[in-house]
């Protein structure tokens, strides 16, 4: 195995070395006295002076390096271009031979139609705007801020360094040309601690002249906010306080490679640096969840924040205080590996066998290990609960609290595991569940098998043959973590029983990315799915109902969801219990990516029949079961055969067929992506996104997603389980329309036909938990809600998450990130050429299997036109630098790097585009099929979730993301196999953000506890501005929903009954959630439902056959006439459009008499 960790090590140097400097290259020379060339070449070559120190021969100092730079004072920002002039012509980055470029024509077309589509673009600019670097100076000092404690004898000992740089006249065939020679910089200044303790505020500096460098260390001395004695809040300063002088001489006044540390030394040689002020918990007492961040990241504290650099400091000791503290110019930090893996004394893995607990091994129902499990749990907690007492009285209350949740999770997981064993049909379906997904996991394992038509046998063959899943074969499949196992104990009674209390409680899966969350939750889809056959074999119809926030994962899941339902019809087939009716799934998406109607899908159809460029709304790229090609075949077939594989027309619709004839499914596949065919067939589990639930409003037909007929009864069980993944997207805007939905969605979803009204259960996942009970509240209506796994003590162990480590106990590799702040740069765009060219260079020198983590450069962009700024720098400038690379390493063409695959991934590609960038992204280095494998990946938020893939290892951040939960999401999905290949994520801060500079500053602390960093959600589904844009889109959701035939088709005349049903309805939710807003409410419903009896509207919406007629719904941001805006409503079809929206009119006002006087 190649050692991935060494290499990431030495791409991190790489980039050192090209951002900060000093990067000695080439043979030793001695510059003491006159140097001599005979020619050009022999000038050019790589050379180091005879003590090892850099010589810089093409670029003076200030091209060269643009980080860990003090200039003179008083030295304005240059634009790059000017900077530039100063260079020799030889140097220019536009000087490329053609014959050189390390881009091709090819590769610049497909860049420039790339750059088209993001130009072409509506998507807004970013909202976190450049400052102008008109008025703005250069750093001249690097500074960092700290609490020290101060003896009798202390001394606040600081050490500098740097290096500064000095011409040398070199002779090339008689010419004069110049080198640059580095001199290193390094000198140490004392300050006496009782001085620093004499005065409320002290300034003391010890100016010091280095070969021309006027350098000077500051320090600040103030009180310490707790008014201890002898404890101060310091500030160190290393300033260059130079003069500042044009033409070459102005390259030679500079602190380049600047930094610094500081240590309190006494005579006891104790630590006497205390944590940061800022970190501590005064103030916090009344706040719940700080006290529990605080409990959760005590042993992560932070010691300094950084002015103009990056605080980092040495491991704390035992009493919480650190020795030294230090300015970084280019900070790196390594965060923890977390696993879910849980290791028993012998070192064997705590994992419980799929088929055992699916009865498939003769005397063994697998209860032993699920008992092993909740036993081993409950331990934990008694150790834990007994560590209460060595903590620090502070956090009493906040361990006790956590503790007493995790007592909860391990009485239910108990109540599971009695449930089960009390319970036979129950325990029927939990074997039946666990045989699914076993089968799922089995059967979907391996790759694409590709089809090839054989002319002799007039029909395909496939690469490889079809293979009956093995239950048995595998020892890395079929195994449940043990987070998995207890999730789905702690879940299935509430599941399965409508009629106990916990059946309105909220499950929070809060656990990495990479964990195994979607297996969990769809362990206990399929259980309920079992459970509700097995009551009533005759109850089909839609009973999951699973949501995501963005298309890229709700197709991606899509497979892997059908997957698990082929399993379950597969058993559905041997058990006649379950019933006649099929197992089947759905995707219940926009039109932009499936077809809505039979119709348009049979068109679609035919289009991929006659062209292998035109777009396949169909989702399915492969048969969930057996792995077999699905879609456009573009091989050689005899005329007349259809060129698509699997989908056929049939009955006025397009079905799905396994194309081999050996598959299990070779006569249909129980998927349905076509809104017609999921309305009639209503399939037992449906993918949709939470936009598409506006659609409501819109499609009366929607209701038989929910078990009503046409005449508003109900013909069977609503949806009893509703998934929803990735919660901590659902937020803000969005969130506020998601939350006034959910009450319509979650009465559809209500059984009322017994005693007790029983409403689903609904299930989360998230990344982020900050606020989660108030927004799981907002959102949903309810009070209890339970986060699993609940937290420990402390950060690295929940046991079913920890922190990896060693058998030393040392922790593991993790993701290291890698802050680059360059105000030197001029630009973010410099610092992206140089920081991209670094990176994509740096792995040319390794073998092809060491190149593989590292090769792919995935870059997310917050916003489209950072990544169109991207795209330009891809065509020019950043092989420009590859070039410059190339010539100041000495090295040959065959050692550049040059771009032959870029890869675009945002939200503007088509959906059935997106599995075939996700197969680009997968291709290795080891050259498969003469394949190869990406460049460089330009990435939007739609990487956030669901691109799971090992190989990448290498990111790059542009900017930082708005929010933290994005940055963690981003920045996970590299350095997935982090015990083989861990991640490198390299964040780039603009110089002109302020928001960018202050997260550069506090780089370890904004990293080490980088869960506590993220930001609380707001979610206001009742605010004015929701009710006004969406109160109408409900009520008539709802009508159209539960009205009979003739409310569904028109809205006249009103549905008084109905109405006054939705008010009682939401009334004492908005008094659970806001009780506020009551009144307001009360008056805005009122008013909608005073225009929707005045206006006496026939129809609902807009049709072809009533052009003139004005509905009472029209679709929101089409334009409207006056008379329109005044009789209907402007209705959203999706809930992401929901901020306001301005419009341009002509009006014919000024035609009217005295229009112009009284204008």
Request: charged fraction near 25%.
């Amino acid at each position: 195995m190649s050692n991935h960790r060494a290499n990431r090590d030495k791409i991190i140097q790489v980039l050192r070395e090209e951002l900060v400097g000093p990067s000695p290259q080439g043979e030793h020379t001695d510059c003491s006295g006159e140097v001599n060339f005979q020619s050009d070449q022999e000038f050019y070559r790589p050379w180091r002076q005879e003590n090892g120190e850099e010589i810089l021969q093409r670029d003076p100092p200030l091209i060269r390096y643009g980080v860990g730079v003090l200039y003179p004072l008083g030295i304005k920002c240059e634009n790059e271009d000017s900077q530039a002039d100063q260079v020799n012509n030889e140097n220019k980055l536009e000087e490329l031979d053609e014959s050189e470029v390390a881009i091709t024509e090819e590769v610049s077309q497909s860049l420039e139609e790339l750059k088209k589509g993001i130009i072409d673009s509506r998507e807004p600019d970013s909202d976190d705007f450049d400052l102008s670097t008109a008025n703005a100076y250069l750093p001249s000092s690097m500074g960092v801020s700290f609490l020290g404690e101060f003896n009798q004898d202390s001394v606040l000992l600081i050490k500098a360094w740097g290096g500064y740089y000095r011409p040398k006249i070199v002779k090339v065939s008689g010419n004069e040309r110049t080198w640059w020679l580095r001199k290193p910089v390094e000198f140490t200044v004392e300050f006496d601690g009782n001085k620093l303790c004499q005065k409320k505020e002290n300034r003391l500096s010890k100016p010091g002249k280095i070969n021309g460098l006027n350098l000077s260390v500051e320090v600040f001395s103030r009180p310490d906010p707790d008014k201890r004695e002898r404890v101060r809040l310091i500030t160190v300063c290393l300033v260059n306080r130079s003069s500042s002088s044009g033409g070459s001489g102005r390259h030679e006044i500079n602190l380049f490679q600047a930094g610094f540390e500081a240590t309190i030394v006494s005579q006891k040689g104790e630590a006497h640096i205390l944590p940061y002020p800022g970190q501590r918990l005064s103030g916090i007492e009344d706040d719940e969840e700080e006290q529990s961040l605080a409990l959760f990241y005590r042993q992560m504290k932070t010691y300094g924040v950084g002015h103009g650099c990056a605080a980092n400091w040495d491991e704390q000791a035992s009493n919480d205080r650190v020795k030294t503290i230090k300015g970084e110019c280019l900070p790196t930090f390594e965060t923890p590996s977390i696993t879910p893996d849980i290791k028993r004394e012998d070192g064997s893995s705590l994992e419980v066998s799929m088929a055992t607990l699916a009865g498939l091994v003769e005397g063994d129902d697998g209860f032993a290990a699920l008992q092993e499990v909740v036993e081993r749990y409950e331990n934990w907690l008694g150790v834990k609960r007994n560590e209460i007492a060595t903590l620090e009285e502070q956090y009493h209350d906040a361990a006790q609290h956590h503790m007493d949740e995790c007592e909860r999770a391990a009485q239910r997981m108990r109540d599971g595991l009695n449930y089960l064993q009390n319970y036979p049909r129950a325990k029927k379906a939990f074997q039946l569940a666990n045989h699914a997904i076993l089968l799922q996991q089995i059967s979907s394992r391996g790759g694409l098998r590709r089809a090839n038509f054989d002319k002799k046998a007039i029909d395909f063959k496939f690469s490889e043959p079809y293979q009956a899943p093995n239950l048995l074969a595998g020892e890395n499949r079929g195994k449940w973590r043990a987070f998995q196992i207890a999730f789905l104990l702690m879940s299935v009674e509430s599941t399965a029983q409508g009629n106990i209390p916990e059946r309105e409680t909220v499950e929070l899966i809060w656990f990495p990315t990479g964990g195994g969350k979607t297996e969990a939750y769809l362990g206990l889809s399929a259980f309920a799915l079992f459970m509700r056959r097995l009551n009533n074999k005759e109850d089909a119809g839609v009973h999951v109902l699973m949501r995501y926030t963005l298309r890229l994962l709700t197709a991606q899941q899509f497979q892997r969801a059908s997957a698990l339902l082929c399993a379950m019809e597969y058993l559905r087939r041997q058990h006649p219990e379950l019933g006649r009716e099929p197992f089947s799934i759905g995707i219940w998406l926009g039109s932009t990516t499936t077809p809505n109607m039979r119709k348009d899908a049979i068109y679609s159809l035919n289009q991929l029949q006659k062209s292998s460029s035109a777009e396949n709304p169909f989702i399915i790229g492969k048969c969930p079961w057996c792995n077999a090609q699905m879609g456009r075949y573009d091989g050689q077939l005899l005329k007349r055969m259809p060129k698509v594989l699997g989908y056929q027309q049939s009955a006025g619709t397009v079905i799905f067929k396994c194309p081999d004839q050996a598959c299990e499914f070779k006569n249909g596949l129980p998927i349905y992506v076509i809104d017609e065919d999921i309305y009639e067939y209503r399939p037992s589990l449906v993918i949709g996104t939470v936009d598409k639930f506006a659609q409501l409003a819109w499609k009366p037909e929607a209701r038989a997603l929910f078990g009503i007929d046409s005449d508003g009864q109900r013909q069977s069980s609503p949806p009893g389980l509703i998934i929803q993944d990735e919660l901590h997207l659902i937020s803000g805007p969005l969130g506020s329309v998601v939350g006034l939905y959910e009450t319509v969605i979650e009465e559809l979803c209500t059984d009322r036909r017994g005693e007790q009204a029983i409403k689903p259960k609904i299930v989360c996942s998230t990344a982020t938990i900050r606020r989660y009970a108030e927004q799981v509240k907002a959102l949903y209506g309810r009070e209890d809600v339970v986060l699993f796994p609940p937290p420990g003590l402390e950060a690295s162990d929940s046991f079913f998450s920890r922190y990896a480590r060693n058998e030393d106990g040392t922790l593991q590799r993790g993701r290291i990130y890698a802050g680059v702040h360059g105000p030197g740069l001029s630009s973010l765009l410099t610092a992206q050429v140089r920081t991209s060219a670094a990176l994509l260079q740096a792995p040319v020198p390794l073998t092809s299997e060491e190149q593989d983590p590292w090769w792919t450069l995935l870059m997310f962009f917050n916003n489209l036109r950072e990544l169109g700024f991207t795209l330009s720098l891809l065509q020019s400038d950043i092989p420009g630098y590859f070039k410059v690379i190339q010539n100041r390493l000495g090295w040959d063409r065959q050692q550049t790097r040059r771009i032959w695959q870029p890869l675009e991934l945002t939200g503007r590609i088509r959906s059935d585009q997106v599995p075939e960038a996700i197969a680009k992204l997968e291709i290795k280095c080891d050259n498969t099929n003469n394949q190869k494998p990406i460049d460089v990946c330009l990435a939007s938020n739609i990487i956030e979730v669901g691109v799971d893939i090992d190989r990448l290892s290498l990111m790059a951040v542009v900017g930082q993301p708005k929010t933290t939960s994005q940055y963690i999401q981003v920045t996970g999905r590299v350095g997935r196999r982090w015990w083989e290949r861990p991640g490198l994520v390299v964040t780039l801060y603009s110089p002109t953000r302020p928001r960018d500079r202050s997260h550069f500053e506090k780089f370890r602390s904004y990293h080490e506890r980088l869960y506590a960093q993220v930001e609380p959600t707001s979610v206001t589904p009742f605010s004015p501005p929701v009710l006004d844009r969406a109160l109408h889109a409900i009520m008539g959701a709802y009508v159209r929903q539960t009205g009979d035939g003739q409310i569904a088709k028109s809205p006249d005349p009103y549905p008084d009954n109905l109405i006054e049903q939705l008010r009682e309805i939401l009334i004492p939710r908005i008094e659970a959630i806001d009780p506020d807003e009551v009144e307001n409410f009360q008056q805005v419903f009122d008013k909608r439902a005073s225009e929707w009896q005045r206006w006496q509207r026939t129809r609902w919406q807009k049709t072809s056959q009533t052009v003139d007629d004005i509905p009472l719904l029209r679709v929101a941001g089409d334009y409207a006439s006056p008379e329109s805006q005044r009789l209907s409503w402007a209705t959203p079809t999706s809930m992401r459009n929901v901020d306001a929206e301005c419009q341009a009119e002509i009006t014919q006002l000024y035609l009217l008499e005295g229009g112009a006087e009284d204008a």
